[in-house]
């Protein structure tokens, strides 16, 4: 008989030859084994990005088939807990539904009652970007409030927070800091400790992005610690985006800044009492918190009382909450902590492209539009960003590189697109670009029309989605890549490109 060990090891060795054989146009671009781009094939706006060490990972994982979540997803967990520096963390199978959980906490009968979600009761947000970010506001029987975004940052008006605020029935505010950019913390974390609301951080799009401000700002609004690994001087504190709020969501989607294939998280930044919430949420809504395969963690799994119950009634089986069942695979989480590894690089890799492609479109800002960071009031080529007044800062770890096609422009936003497309050059709208026109919040608002608030006008939001998209800049993107996304949009921007339009495309 083979010995068992012996085998696995030669199974990983062929695992790894494989990976190394067949999968060499997906190892980050900076690595020196990376199999070199071809001119004139796609080059795709995001991928996933791995090497065999990944592959290994979920070969291991495979072969001592588990599945369900374990210890690969428990240590996940705690490492990425470390890694932002919150309480705790959830892997859940997507982004999506790490959102849906994180509103369905805010519902629980475990929370103050004043401070409980309950049907009919606001979560302002905001109406250009994922619809993910809104639908579980709708699904959890809330009433979600849109305020307009700022089309060059692309994050919500935070100025128009006070005019979507109802007393007794705002309860929370949840948006997405837009394409790894944050959006305005302070004054959204003002607002929220003003009318003692929670902040839910989507911050799918954003890992390993920081905000900052100074020191005595954010000890008024009651933080003075630094993340893990970050410090910026003694007058100021620094944290990573995911942080700041009572809870945030990742996705590990394969655009994203790390993947699984498929998942997401949940990070509970403070309080324990929300993650053993959250935790019920994802878990058939079910009180017992033994892990999967384990009994009787707490010592007393006969001695419950809860509810109609009888007494000693099994604590695996006692529900507190209507939950899901929305847990990843233990081999999605084992392809994870290798990706975590490398996150330092991706987020390093993400700001250099995204400078790369703007000092080589800087020529063009007669035609376009391009994205500043929130505080920021300008770039240029010499000195980089230029601040505001505000005394907060942001560093994005940009999930793409927004621009926006001018109204004077001589060709459209759809023309940019079907250019790149023709050159085949991934590029994608800034999501639903205004949710509000989307079919299925159109269809919503003519079935029930309270079932959403519009405060203000949405310009901002129809001008995201009329002109403008964006680019990748994602860890797989070499050199070689971004020069050949410079040299079409160049070409196609300058006179003798645009005048090859078509009478009836122009």
Not at 139 to 162: K, M, S
């Amino acid at each position: 008989m083979k010995d068992p060990q012996a085998l696995k090891q030669e199974i990983l060795r062929l695992a790894r030859e494989y990976s190394r054989e067949v999968h060499g146009s997906f190892r980050p671009a900076a690595d020196p084994k990376r199999q070199p781009w071809l001119e004139g094939t796609t080059i795709p706006y995001a991928g996933r990005v791995f090497t065999e060490d990944e592959v290994e990972a979920a070969v291991c994982s495979a072969l001592d088939f588990w599945l369900t979540l374990g210890t690969e997803g428990e240590a996940f967990q705690k490492e990425l807990a470390s890694f932002l520096g919150v309480r705790h963390s959830l892997l859940l199978n997507s982004g999506s539904s790490a959102n849906l959980v994180a509103i369905s906490a805010l519902t629980s009968a475990k929370l103050p009652e004043a401070r409980r979600l309950k049907p009919g009761d606001e979560v302002i947000t905001v109406a250009a970007g994922f619809p993910t970010t809104v639908a579980p506001i709708v699904q959890v029987g809330a009433v979600p409030v849109f305020i307009d975004a700022d089309p060059i940052t692309g994050n919500a008006r935070c100025d128009r927070l006070e005019a979507a605020y109802r007393a007794g029935k705002t309860k929370a505010v949840m948006m997405a800091h837009a394409l790894g950019n944050p959006f305005d913390l302070a004054a959204t974390l003002a607002f929220c400790r003003k009318y003692d609301l929670w902040l839910v951080e989507d911050n799918c799009d954003a890992l390993g992005c920081t905000y900052s401000m100074p020191r005595h700002l954010a000890e008024s609004l009651g933080f003075s610690e630094n993340s893990p690994g970050l410090d910026e001087g003694p007058d100021r504190v620094i944290r990573w985006t995911g942080t700041w709020g009572d809870i945030s969501t990742q996705s590990f989607y394969p655009p994203h800044h790390l993947t699984m294939g498929e998942g997401g998280a949940l990070n509970i930044v403070r309080d324990q009492k929300l993650k053993v919430i959250a935790e019920s949420f994802r878990d058939w809504g079910r009180d017992c918190w033994c892990p999967s395969g384990i009994d009787n963690t707490c010592n007393k799994r006969f001695g419950w009382q809860v509810g109609e119950l009888p007494q000693g009634y099994d604590h695996k089986y006692t529900y507190s909450h209507l939950g899901f069942n929305l847990k990843p695979l233990d081999l999605q989480a084992a392809i994870g902590r290798v990706q975590l590894r490398r996150l330092p690089e991706f987020i390093e890799a993400r700001k250099r492209n995204w400078e790369t492609l703007r000092r080589g479109l800087a020529a063009h800002e007669d035609v376009f539009d391009f994205a500043l960071p929130t505080h920021a009031t300008g770039w240029d080529q010499e000195h980089g960003f230029s601040w505001d007044s505000s005394g907060c800062r942001t560093d994005c770890s940009w999930f793409g590189f927004k621009i926006a096609v001018k109204a004077g422009a001589p060709f459209s936003r759809t023309e940019l697109a079907q250019e790149l497309d023709r050159n085949r050059i991934g590029n994608r709208m800034l999501f639903g670009g205004n949710l509000l026109r989307q079919p299925a919040f159109v269809q919503l608002r003519q079935v029930n029309p309270e079932a959403m608030r519009v405060v203000g006008e949405m310009e901002g939001s129809d001008e995201i989605m009329v002109r403008t998209l964006f680019l990748g800049t994602y860890p797989g993107l070499t050199e070689q890549m971004l020069c050949r996304e410079i040299k079409v949009i160049t070409s196609f921007s300058s006179p003798q490109g645009v005048s090859s339009l078509s009478p009836v495309a122009r």
